[in-house]
């Protein structure tokens, strides 16, 4: 893909490639980026501008903006679409007519999930391995009681960094039906030998506690993402 490989020219991002979803219709893709190899111009004449919101931002946030419309053009590319989403007022992706997708990026790590739009919403997220304070983060703010117990020793912090992206993904693919914040007590771990939250309360008339969401996974030697779809409900009902 001539695209691809001007992108990859510019330093900022390389690795794209596609990753197999499990959703049916669904594209998938990944990459990395280099945050201190953002050229704004450069890249608005790959196709991928900044949003005059954006214009006076922290460089960090620019490169995170701009390495997520990256990728998403990768995926929408898959559907017959040459540009990334822009910006909406709610600085939401907006999506093209008739498909709906979840962007996540993370120190240097990027991701797209779009699908056609069915009624669902999808959720991504993709997640550097914790370390240091951000593990302890993790461990101390997003994760119970027992799901720290059930932590397995070899490998903690990979599997700590998975059911926090999990709880991440699950937000993203419940808000627009939820329509408010809430917290990552507001999901727990399901025992066994898939990645599976329950509602603890409920949020909704139709997300109800007790409602389980079943994620996929993939992980890399510094990386871990999970996704879902969701089912799509009138905001608050």
């Known amino acids: 893909m001539q695209w691809q490989a001007e992108l990859a020219a510019t330093g900022f991002a390389d690795g794209l490639m596609p990753h197999a979803a499990g959703i049916d219709g669904a594209t998938l893709w990944r990459g990395r980026f280099d945050g201190d190899r953002l050229d704004p111009a450069w890249l608005a004449r790959l196709g991928l501008p900044l949003p005059p919101s954006l214009l006076g931002a922290h460089p960090r946030r620019q490169a995170d903006y701009l390495a997520g419309r990256a990728v998403a053009r990768h995926a929408l590319a898959g559907f017959g679409h040459t540009g990334a989403p822009p ?3 709610d600085k939401l992706p907006v ?3 008739g ?3 979840s962007i996540s990026h993370a120190r240097g790590h990027m991701a797209c999930l779009v699908l056609p739009d069915t009624g669902v919403c999808p959720g991504l997220d993709i997640e550097a391995v914790a370390s240091g304070s951000a593990l302890e983060a ?3 703010h997003c994760l119970t009681d027992a799901e720290r117990a ?3 020793a070899p490998d903690m912090t990979r599997h700590a960094t998975r059911l926090f992206s999990a709880k991440e993904a699950l937000f993203k693919a419940l808000h627009p039906s939820v329509g408010r914040y809430f917290g990552f007590d507001a999901a727990e771990l399901v025992p066994g030998n898939r990645l599976a ?6 949020l909704t008339p139709h997300l109800r506690a ?7 996974s993939a992980n890399g030697p510094d990386w871990v993402m999970t996704w879902l779809v ?5 905001l608050g009902t």
């Open 95 to 97: 999506w093209p007519g």
């Open 210 to 216: 007790g409602t389980v969401f079943t994620l996929h």
């Open 138 to 140: 993790i461990l101390s």
């Open 99 to 101: 498909l709906i997708g």
């Open 150 to 152: 059930a932590l397995p």
């Open 197 to 202: 939250l329950r509602l603890t309360g409920d």
């Open 87 to 89: 910006m909406g007022p």
């Open 230 to 234: 969701a089912p799509r409900f009138p």
